[in-house]
């Protein structure tokens, strides 16, 4: 168990609604990242918070977007849902915004099937 | 643009065998590199790689970076049916947070 936590473990949802995928950072963790892994793409990274303030950026679809909270829990917004956005989300954290020297710890991720 | 390949894509092994992985890779201004295993759900940390040359070791596993031929490996001995996993290797750049390969699918057979 990596202590980040991810809610809900699955989602089942139609073409064009939207959903919100609920991230929880390890305790003491100030930045948190979003991936996509699809089963062609494999692991890819969407976008990172550090303390409330995006970072870094992906290949994030403008339809997507993410925010993180002042007690540091982050949400990914997905709307106009479309087939191919079914994947695996994943939320990572680590201690700092320095990318290069932290190790990112996974949660569980929140498996999104688009009917 | 930053690229991450890894091989092979699968191997199938017996119990007691010697593996390796292999990584290798090409981005800018390169940082580090880490090696995750992926069962049936969360990525978890295996090793993160720095410096050219020092093997990091765990138990059964170990890995090291060439920072000059732009790969690394990972290598796995006596293998055991609880080592079949996805094995990805990700790399941190200028540019983006983590770079992910596609991953290597270990299967170890009794």
């Known amino acids: 168990d990596s202590g980040v936590t991810q809610t809900p473990k699955h989602l089942i949802t139609a073409t064009g609604q939207r959903v919100t995928l609920r991230c929880s950072p390890r305790s003491g963790d100030l930045s948190v990242y979003w991936y996509q892994q699809s089963l062609d793409q494999g692991l890819q990274f969407l976008i990172q918070y550090y303390n409330g303030e995006e970072r870094a950026k992906g290949n994030i679809l403008e339809r997507f977007s993410a925010q993180q909270f002042p007690d540091l829990h982050s949400e990914l917004n997905l709307s106009s849902l479309e087939l191919g956005d079914s994947a695996l989300y994943f939320c990572?954290?680590?201690?700092?915004?320095?990318?290069?020297?932290?190790?990112?710890?996974f949660g569980p991720g929140t498996r999104l099937t688009v009917l | 643009e930053d690229k991450v390949v890894q091989s092979p894509l699968s191997l199938v092994v017996h119990e007691g065998d010697t593996v390796t992985l292999n990584c290798s890779y090409e981005v800018t201004n390169f940082r580090s590199l880490l090696w995750y295993k992926q069962e049936k759900k969360a990525p978890t940390f295996l090793f993160m790689l720095t410096s050219s040359g020092i093997e990091k070791k765990s138990g059964r596993l170990s890995s090291i970076l060439d920072k000059k031929e732009l790969f690394s490996i990972l290598n796995i001995t006596a293998t055991q049916t609880g080592d079949s996993a996805v094995y990805l290797c990700a790399v941190y750049s200028g540019n983006t947070p983590l770079v992910f390969g596609k991953g290597t699918r270990l299967s170890v057979i009794a």
């Open positions: 990572a954290s680590s201690a700092s915004g320095t990318a290069s020297t932290d190790t990112q710890y």
